[in-house]
């Protein structure tokens, strides 16, 4: 019987984080921020150093930006399950180095504040699977 009783409670428990476990309110990251991001290949950042991000996004799930030297077009954003995902084609080259040059990224945002906006970034070939993905952290804060 503690053993059944046991199991209910942390059956319950899991239950209960995984229904916590929402996404970061979309609604809050419409605006302008800016920021930085490193990369988390270490040689990779030495060579290429931080990158600069700025976007803006609106309460219609689009956007547009700067990564590096490229430019964000067709910005789409969506709600997941535990994160905001933002995905974008890239016009130019995000830095002076062959190992960026892709044409789409995606932003994984986990945490969202009313002044900051913290993730990930994917660079990428396509938009679905590249084995040679660059990728690494941002921190953007709120423009005012």
Do not use: C, Y
Request: aromatic fraction near 6%.
């Amino acid at each position: 019987m503690k053993k059944t009783r046991a199991f209910r409670v942390f059956a319950l428990a899991t239950v209960g984080a995984i229904v916590n476990a929402q996404s970061p309110d979309q609604r809050r990251i419409v605006g302008k921020w800016s920021g930085t991001g490193t990369f988390f290949n270490a040689e990779l950042h030495q060579r290429v150093g931080a990158l600069t991000f700025e976007a803006s996004f609106d309460a219609k799930s689009s956007g547009a930006g700067r990564i590096g030297a490229a430019r964000l077009e067709q910005v789409r954003v969506e709600s997941r399950q535990d994160h905001i995902e933002i995905k974008a084609k890239l016009a130019g080259t995000v830095a002076n180095d062959p190992r960026l040059e892709k044409d789409h990224v995606v932003f994984v945002i986990t945490s969202v504040s009313d002044s900051t906006m913290q993730g990930e970034f994917h660079l990428k070939s396509n938009g679905v699977f590249d084995p040679r993905m660059r990728e690494g952290r941002m921190t953007l804060r709120r423009v005012q």
